[in-house]
């Protein structure tokens, strides 16, 4: 039997299972906050649904075997006291299974059919696999057993309530295998053409070859590396459905989309060693852009939804990204990428500018991407300086855009909107000691203790030096022993686990270190980084962290969260470098 295979080994209980281009995992997690005692094949198409449950039992019994599970990239194992049963990615659409000593019972997840929900069965005639059909997912998983026989098929073609399922087995303790395809209508018949250790071989292979990619910097000194790698790898889809490129999903947990920023700092993280996936990260929105320019707030396989949007830190991102970029985005490509970030910026100036009104503002605090944050507690509709800053750096990226490109009027009207805007934000919004932010409608002014009050540090070197100043005094009150925490922990609106209230989150804290390390500030970037880091380290990749604990919370597999460290990590190790 395979041993285990090198790379860093997970719970399943936090990372799913899962291959760079697969739409479905191995997880026993469900639903949100939902998990279940066996793992499960869950699919991301059509939304998140789990379709087929995997029971290891034990082969003298027929009962299901007490197991203890492993996972490493290339490799899951249910090991129990008879034997072991054995899982690994053959293709992103197809899994094997490798059983000695085992038998692994395979029912449909739903219980019940009906003519729009549930999972069919049946047994194809046309090459003996058994075939699941998924309403929810409208795919079919077929079943081929490779070597092995199959004891106990139930719910073959049955209607309304049934145990749907099969037993695969070995006569005489030997060994057993099968593969699982997610497939659309029909494929030819599954053949095997290679050996399940030469399966694991090349999935392995895989992985580290991107690994190698993406982190060629690590070293012991960056030990979760290599998991955030994983984390990226195995939450990368294949173009599919409204899906037009190839995409890192937020997690292949419950959190499966793309979020119209979250997928920025997927993109730098992977500029320098996958340049092509980067750029598809950071294009991928823009290729939902509405007639207004507005991007998507979120999309995935079978939802594209427009009815928030995100804030613009895509100037801020694409300025970085193609300074991480091994080679220069070619013309056609600046000038389409000039097109659509000047869409965008124009939907910020227009659709979001009141009448003489020289701020924009939010319509929610889900356009800020902090959805809860107590800024918003007052009012939702709300001009901030946190929007005013990352549109005064958009609009300076698209001015060395036009001026590479040619178009220096174009790039003169866009430098003076920047300082327009600059100044604006400056005059209205800073009081001398604090930004406010102020009611769009009622005019009223009120200041918070949100993290989201001081994003401005994002601005760095465009800030002036005593605003600088006194942002870097604020957040440093933000600072716990695990990271910025988004709400000050004094604060009577502090709550251990309440999304933008508190919790410590990546994305904040990649674009607050940068802004002052811009802005001069080193010390302490080089402390939030130095905190965030070890955070990630010793709790894992969560959607956001007790920042009081750093216990994480929320889906425990986030991609941004992975990039984070990564980009965090890659900074620490070449600043050690030129020491």
């Not at 920023?261 to 852009?289: M, V």
Request: hydrophobic residues 40%; glycine residues 6%; contains cysteine.
């Amino acid at each position: 039997m395979t041993a285990a295979p090198p790379g860093p080994a997970f719970s399943l209980h936090d990372i799913p299972f899962s291959m760079h281009g697969s739409w479905f995992d191995i997880s026993p997690v469900l639903a949100e906050n939902t998990y279940a005692d066996d793992l499960h094949l869950v699919s991301h198409q059509n939304g998140m649904h789990a379709v087929l449950r995997l029971v290891p039992l034990d082969p003298t019994t027929g009962e299901r075997a007490e197991t203890r599970i492993t996972a490493v990239p290339s490799l899951l194992t249910w090991n129990h006291d008879t034997g072991r049963t054995d899982l690994a990615y053959e293709a992103p659409d197809t899994v094997r299974l490798r059983g000695q000593g085992s038998a692994l019972r395979v029912t449909a997840a739903a219980q019940t059919l009906t003519p729009f929900t549930g999972t069919y069965l049946f047994r194809d005639p046309a090459d003996g696999a058994y075939v699941f059909t998924s309403y929810e997912t409208g795919r079919r998983y077929r079943f081929t057993v490779l070597s092995g026989v199959i004891r106990d098929a139930s719910g073959s073609q049955a209607l309304g309530s049934a145990d749907r399922g099969l037993t695969i087995t070995a006569d005489n303790g030997g060994t057993w295998e099968a593969a699982i395809e997610e497939l659309d209508s029909a494929r030819r018949p599954h053949r095997a053409r290679m050996t399940f250790d030469e399966v694991v071989t090349a999935a392995d292979r895989a992985f580290a070859d991107f690994t190698d990619t993406v982190a060629p910097w690590r070293s012991s000194r960056t030990p979760a590396a290599e998991l955030a790698a994983y984390v990226l790898w195995s939450a990368t889809v294949d173009p599919a459905g409204l899906v037009t490129r190839p995409a890192v999903l937020m997690s292949k947990h419950w959190m499966d989309k793309v979020w119209s920023w979250d997928h920025c700092f997927n993109a730098l993280a992977l500029a320098p060693g996958a340049p092509a996936l980067a750029w598809d990260q950071f294009s991928l929105p823009f290729d939902h852009q509405d007639e207004s320019g507005a991007l998507p707030d979120s999309l995935t396989h079978s939802e594209v939804l427009h009815n928030f949007v995100k804030p613009p830190i895509h100037g801020w991102t694409l300025s970085h990204l193609r300074r991480r970029l091994p080679d220069p985005p070619d013309r056609s490509e600046l000038i389409e990428t000039y097109d659509r970030l000047r869409r965008w910026t124009d939907f910020w100036l227009t659709a979001r500018r009141a009448p003489d009104a020289l701020l924009p503002h939010y319509q929610h605090g889900n356009d800020s991407g902090w959805d809860n944050a107590t800024t918003f507690d007052p009012e939702r509709v709300v001009v901030t300086a946190d929007l005013a800053a990352f549109l005064v750096l958009q609009l300076h990226e698209l001015a060395a855009l036009a001026t590479e490109l040619g178009h220096h009027d174009d790039a003169r009207s866009w430098t003076s909107t920047a300082e327009t805007t600059r100044t604006a934000m400056l005059e209205e919004l800073w009081t001398g000691e604090r930004f406010v932010a102020r009611g769009a409608d009622s005019g009223d002014t009120w200041g918070s203790s949100s993290l989201l009050d001081l994003m401005p540090i994002a601005l760095g070197e465009h800030l002036p030096e005593h605003v600088a100043k006194t942002l870097a005094d604020r957040i440093e009150a933000h600072l716990t022993p695990y990271g910025l925490a988004t709400e000050l922990p004094t604060s009577p609106h502090y709550r251990p686990d309440g999304y933008w209230r508190g919790p410590i989150w990546a994305p904040a804290t990649v674009l607050v270190e940068d802004g002052l390390r811009r802005s001069g500030h080193h010390r302490l970037a080089d402390e939030i980084s130095a905190r965030f880091r070890l955070l990630c380290e010793t709790h894992g990749f969560a959607e956001n962290f007790d920042a009081l604990t750093g216990t994480g919370l929320r889906d425990r597999a986030y991609t941004w969260t992975a990039a984070a460290y990564l980009l965090l990590a890659e900074d620490h190790a070449l600043r050690d470098a030129e020491r």
